[in-house]
């Protein structure tokens, strides 16, 4: 990396210009991907009176969990053709691009493109979104403190987005009509391009290249498979509009969550048993196979903010203030003001904690969040018992959920990471943090699925539905919590104890 790429480094709160340019890209991104995901179980639950599609619920969020769960997993090749084909900086680029003409395409008021859309914008996330949270770090060199703190400002971009597609989305979506909303989410990616390539020189040579392109024939062989890859879901997609063949979606959530769940055991056990592994690496291996497992639990919980919990303030909740009634997806935004306002309390406590020499093993923290998860369940199961009593709610119930999901959120996802940098095998960490996001496409159809037992017309199943999800997470947060006093060793967190000291050297004079 040559060294204009570090020029002007004091050009925005005293980092690398080009900070500036990854932050609003990513805010006016996630402007339109929150913005939209916010409406997308309520416009497919709608009625046809209501300018909906009328699905089920269980069809609905089936639909929605294989959207989300797709943009996780279509990260993988995404970062794959920065790497190899094309850079960061160009992929970036054509991933908004994609991304603008799906939401277009939601916006134009004709129901049989609607699934045309989504794959355009689940598409166009996998190309963008991996590829400009590494290009962040990419402005720094190795050694710069700054990079920490760059990351920070970077992910309050993400929330600050957020937060404006969910109050402007969803007002259009919910107040005007929905391809509005679905049109604001297209305006804001539109910006966000806009200001990307207005300002793509602040960058200068960071991801300008691939790291590690292919060869001219490698490059023809590999634009030939995109292409036929592209052409196949093509086919598919325009079989399933004519009425060639019928999709169900549930039966499609339920084969995908199969599918990737054991493409995570194969590649998991490939690098375990075929990775030429030593003994200290394999006993790291086991503390993050714990780590996946509290991220999979987590996200299946969590992620019901867009579709039950979404449609229980939609239908159950009292959305009245005077005469303005809060649009449904407007509680949603509790998380990301939630996560701006906690996210330096628990910088802080981390730090504090190691100061009094207080380290929890990293499965300890996600087990810890994946239980504050799931008591925002525990809320849900009693606010759904007054609704089942045929009374509207008060808000707050949803917004303490939303409160505790957050809390377990910034306990899990940011230790997750840090794990998976730190215990995945040094040769296979960029294979490993692939097979790590699948446990958020795991977690996203899993959530999916759940979800469809959500029946509006039957509302007394909703507190069993509430209860089923928290004893769950919380069986398997205590679960791993257990397990975790002895990962504790195998992170290498605590020194080994004198009998196994004992045991080795034995051994070793055997």
């Known amino acids: 990396m040559s060294s204009n790429t570090h020029q002007n480094s004091a050009g925005f709160f005293g980092h690398p210009k080009g900070l500036s340019t990854l932050f609003f890209t990513e805010m006016w991104e996630r402007m339109s991907y929150y913005g939209m995901r916010a409406l997308l179980v309520l416009f497919m639950t709608a009625s046809l009176q209501e300018e909906g599609l009328a699905f089920t619920v269980a069809a609905a969020t089936a639909v929605y969990g294989l959207y989300t769960g797709a943009v996780y997993f279509l990260g993988l090749p995404g970062g794959w053709i920065a790497d190899r084909l094309l850079g960061g900086q160009r992929t970036i680029w054509y991933g908004g691009i994609v991304i603008m003409c799906g939401h277009i395409v939601l916006a134009i008021p004709n129901d049989s493109t609607f699934f045309i859309g989504l794959i355009l914008v689940a598409s166009g996330t996998g190309l963008l979104k991996p590829n400009i949270s590494a290009l962040v770090g990419q402005l720094y060199r190795h050694d710069d403190v700054r990079r920490d703190s760059g990351y920070a400002i970077y992910y309050m971009g993400i929330n ?83 009425g060639v063949i019928t999709v169900n979606p549930v039966a499609v959530a339920e084969y995908v969550a199969i599918a990737f769940t054991i493409i995570f055991f194969l590649y998991f056990g490939f690098v375990y048993f075929g990775g030429k592994l030593d003994d200290a690496e394999k006993k790291k291996m086991w503390a993050l196979f714990l780590v996946c497992l509290a991220s999979a639990c987590f996200w299946s919980g969590f992620e019901q903010a867009g579709s039950s919990l979404n449609l229980f303030g939609r239908d159950y909740t009292d959305r009245l203030i005077g005469t303005f009634e809060l649009p449904a997806s407007w509680f ?30 990293y499965s300890m923290k996600c087990a810890v969040g994946l239980i504050i998860m799931a008591s925002g369940f525990i809320v849900m199961f009693f606010a759904a018992q007054y609704a089942a009593g045929g009374l509207k709610v008060a808000p707050y119930w949803l917004v303490a959920t939303y409160f ?61 539905l509430y209860l089923q999800i928290a004893l769950f997470s919380i069986g398997i947060g205590i679960i791993i919590a257990l397990i975790s006093l ?22 070793k004079t055997a």
């Open 332 to 361: 949603q935004s509790a998380n990301a003001f939630f996560i701006i306002l906690l996210s330096p309390f628990f910088a802080a406590l981390w730090i504090n904690l190691g100061k009094r020499m207080i380290t929890p093993s």
């Open 160 to 242: 600050i987005g957020s937060l404006i597609g969910y109050a402007v989305c969803g007002y259009f979506g919910e107040s005007i009509g929905w391809h509005w909303g679905f049109g604001a989410a297209a305006v804001g990616m539109a910006v966000g391009l806009i200001q990307y390539r207005m300002t793509i020189g602040n960058l200068g040579d960071a991801s300008l290249k691939p790291v590690s392109p292919l060869s001219p024939a490698g490059m023809r062989n590999a634009w030939r498979t995109i292409g036929a890859i592209v052409a196949a879901v093509a086919v598919i997609t325009g079989l399933s509009l004519s």
């Open 486 to 507: 002895k990962a504790k060793r195998w992170e290498g967190l605590e020194p080994p104890r004198e009998t196994d000291v004992k045991a080795d050297a034995e051994a």
């Open 404 to 464: 505790l999901h957050t809390v377990g959120e910034l306990c899990l996802s940011p230790v997750a990471l840090s794990a998976v940098s730190k215990l995945a095998p040094r040769r296979f960490a960029g294979q490993m943090m692939g097979v790590f996001v699948l446990t958020y496409s795991i977690g996203n159809i899993i959530a999916g699925l759940l979800a469809g037992n959500f029946d509006p017309s039957n509302v007394e199943e909703l507190p069993t």
